[in-house]
């Protein structure tokens, strides 16, 4: 694995805030077709710059659980390495959507508010990961690129 | 002199609606736009209570049009507040063009449908709107679609109350099922057509059924449930406190602004949803019947707007053409990509960090201030423009049956712009910013990696190497023909030497100049000594050459 291109990736979730919205970037780690990498040794190795904690998004979890964990995590300032392993629902895809484009999580009836707004921490990113395959012919939203900054892709 | 017939005294009304638009197209002196939105304070006297009160208003027009259809809208922002947000919105063609038809629709209750690329700037719009009435940080209520939105979650939904994971997981399970999904619709559409019953008896009856489908399932029948409104009564009626947060009545809220995005990718059943929103003579609906709910109504609070925004059908293979009766329901505007024009000048507002604060200190990565070298960055700005330009025609064109497509968007540019600040590279050789390795860098990150299509990387990978370095992409440059890399290092290397070397060499640039000169001397001196040998050369000139002072 390039360490400086994760690096590089990482620093740029960090420092950079687009104008003029002012607001962070969700990052993308794509694996390509035939990479050999394991998704372990990359949640490692980020583990080893930032406070991360992993979510599996598969068949056995509901969205209002990932929800619920992303809420948690960021609660302790910490980032998410969100690994997706089915295609969004409808749920998690909007908080997804919020979250890239103002940085923050906008419910409805959550937690006893009637719209519930929390604010991503300063030290906390979300980092989506998955395989290009995945991408291309399982993600039914056809904009997903469109919800990530800066792209990590391995080879 | 004018005949008096002719002559006419302007009403205050129009001496005020005069200046009004003398605001609103107002440019700077490099013919930048300064107008669009024009703050006004008003004294008005409750008639109740004949107390005077400051109310805040302000006027949205297109500043780019003749005579601009201009709209007053009352807002709970501060002029602080709207001149910061101005300065957010870059002065595009386009964003007025949104802006002034979203002020319209506004102000007549009637819900705006945008149609348009990606780029639009179509929910950056919404959100400064949203901004310019309520004051900045206030968002709209979003909903977003995607061909798995469900219309539980536009309008409203039964919920079990569960206390252990264990039930919850359960019950998860059994929600998550599309039969579930069917028998819950089934539900209402019977209620709906139940017409001798009360309100009363409809959810006595509500309860009665979802208890027997939990039965059906092998759930616990005793299970309670809990009513959930979903985004279009929310916002129907939502009430901004005082604090910023939200509260909901759902007949004395006040409304709020919902924008409902990615309609064009909404499922026929969610569309008849929002059909409730038609209301009379073009307008949102007053009330909407929630037959969820056994028939029970909502009021649209006065202050309630919603606004559609949808890409065009032919972009992308999942995407349906907006249907003709939510069309027929809303304004519905078309618009175009964006003109070269603006994309120029967004690239130009970006690489000359004019949208944001700019650092107050040189941060770590940073080689160059470039934020504080508009020179530096109307170069970068020509280069970015035309790249975006050019991957957005290739993208345009798609690949065949791929699902996933990349529309480029300005945040792309914003992205480089913001990362450029301190992820700089050193040129080994001269030791300053390597301005072209730089950007190619971040282009990598920000629009290379995401393509699945490899050979097309390349392609771009190829071209943006030719515009930076190769002969086609030169330009003219200060006389000169030069490639953007060559210009770079030119601008990067002015920008980067100090006061102090600075002046050493203009000394020294004087100092070469003085030695020229003590040299043109020596030569001339030298050429006239030479004739004035030669015996060829005619007396009368030796003369002339003799009468030569050098100074």
């Not at chain 2, 009160?53 to 602080?80: F, H, V, W």
């Not at chain 2, 206390?163 to 209620?191: D, G, H, P, R």
């Not at chain 2, 975006?388 to 945040?411: A, V």
Request: glycine share 6%.
């Amino acid at each position: 694995m390039e360490e400086e291109k994760l690096n590089t990736f990482i620093r740029l979730l960090q420092r950079v805030r687009k104008q003029p919205s002012q607001t962070f970037d969700l990052g993308l780690i794509v694996k390509e077709l035939g990479s050999q990498i394991e998704v372990e040794e990359v949640f490692e190795e980020i583990k080893k710059i930032v406070d991360i904690e992993r979510i599996v998004y598969d068949e056995t979890i509901f969205d209002g659980d990932v929800i619920d964990k992303i809420v948690d995590i960021f609660r302790k300032n910490r980032w998410v390495f969100l690994e997706i392993k089915k295609d969004i629902s409808s749920p998690l895809l909007n908080q997804l959507k919020h979250l890239a484009n103002h940085n923050s999580f906008q419910l409805i009836d959550y937690q006893g508010k009637d719209i519930f707004d929390m604010k991503m921490p300063e030290n906390s990113r979300l980092i989506v990961f998955t395989e290009r395959d995945f991408i291309e012919n399982k993600i039914s939203y056809p904009h997903f690129y469109r919800l990530f900054g800066p792209t990590l892709s391995l080879k | 002199m004018p005949n008096p017939e002719t002559i006419r005294f302007k009403s205050q009304e129009e001496l005020k609606e005069e200046e009004i638009e003398r605001r609103i197209k107002e440019k700077g002196p490099e013919g930048e736009i300064l107008g669009g939105i024009v703050f006004e304070e008003e004294k008005v006297v409750d008639p109740e209570t004949e107390e005077e009160r400051t109310k805040r208003y302000i006027y949205i027009g297109n500043p780019y049009e003749e005579r601009p259809i201009i709209t007053k809208l009352e807002t709970g922002a501060s002029q602080e507040e709207i001149k910061a947000i101005k300065r957010e919105i870059i002065p595009m063609r386009e964003s007025f063009e949104i802006l002034e038809t979203m002020a319209r629709t506004y102000k007549h209750r009637q819900s705006l449908l945008i149609e348009g690329p990606t780029a639009i700037g179509k929910t950056y719009l919404a959100d400064k709107f949203t901004e310019l009435l309520y004051g900045r940080g206030v968002k709209p209520l979003d909903f977003y679609c995607s061909g798995q939105t469900d219309v539980s979650e536009l309008m409203a939904k039964w919920v079990p109350k569960v206390e252990t994971e264990e039930e919850k997981k359960k019950w998860n399970e059994f929600l998550e099922l599309a039969e579930t999904q069917v028998k819950l619709s089934q539900i209402t559409q019977e209620i709906e057509q139940t017409e001798r019953l009360s309100q009363e008896q409809k959810l006595a009856l509500i309860h009665t059924k979802l208890q027997e489908l939990a039965k059906s399932a092998g759930l616990s029948e005793t299970t309670k449930w809990q009513f959930q409104y979903g985004a279009v009564p929310k916002a129907m009626g939502l009430i901004k406190n005082t604090d910023g947060s939200f509260s909901f009545d759902e007949q004395k809220g006040v409304g709020f602004i919902l924008h409902i995005e990615e309609v064009g990718l909404a499922e026929p059943q969610v569309i008849n949803a929002l059909l409730k929103l038609r209301g009379k003579r073009g307008q949102l609906a007053e009330e909407i019947q929630l037959w969820e709910n056994g028939g029970r109504k909502v009021k649209a609070g006065p202050k309630f707007w919603v606004f559609f925004s949808t890409n065009p059908p032919e972009e992308y293979l999942a995407r349906n053409e907006v249907d003709p009766a939510l069309a027929r329901g809303v304004v519905f505007k078309r618009m175009g990509e964006l003109s070269q024009e603006s994309l120029l000048l967004a690239a130009e507002y970006y690489f000359t960090y004019r949208l944001g604060e700019k650092p107050k200190e040189k941060p770590e990565g940073c080689i160059l201030d470039i934020y504080n070298h508009p020179e530096i960055g109307r170069e970068i700005a020509k280069v970015i423009s035309a790249f975006h330009n050019d991957l957005n025609k290739e993208l345009k064109k798609g690949e065949k049956g791929r699902m996933q497509r990349i529309p480029l968007t300005l945040d792309d540019m914003a992205r480089v712009a913001d990362a450029l600040i301190d992820t700089q590279i050193r040129n080994k050789e001269t030791g300053r910013l390597d301005l072209t390795e730089a950007l190619k860098n971040l282009i990598r990150f920000y629009y290379l990696d995401r393509l699945a299509d490899q050979d097309l990387k390349e392609t771009m990978e190829a071209n943006l190497n030719e515009l930076l370095e190769g002969d086609t992409g030169k330009i003219k440059f200060e006389e000169k023909t030069l490639t953007r890399k060559e210009i770079f290092d030119i601008l990067v290397e002015r920008a980067s030497i100090t006061e102090e070397e600075k002046k050493r060499l203009e000394q020294e640039e004087i100092e070469r100049k003085r030695r020229e000169l003590e040299q043109a001397k020596h030569d001339t001196e030298d050429a006239i000594m030479l004739a004035l040998q030669n015996p060829n050369t005619p007396e009368e000139i030796k003369k002339r050459l003799r009468e030569i002072k050098l100074e």
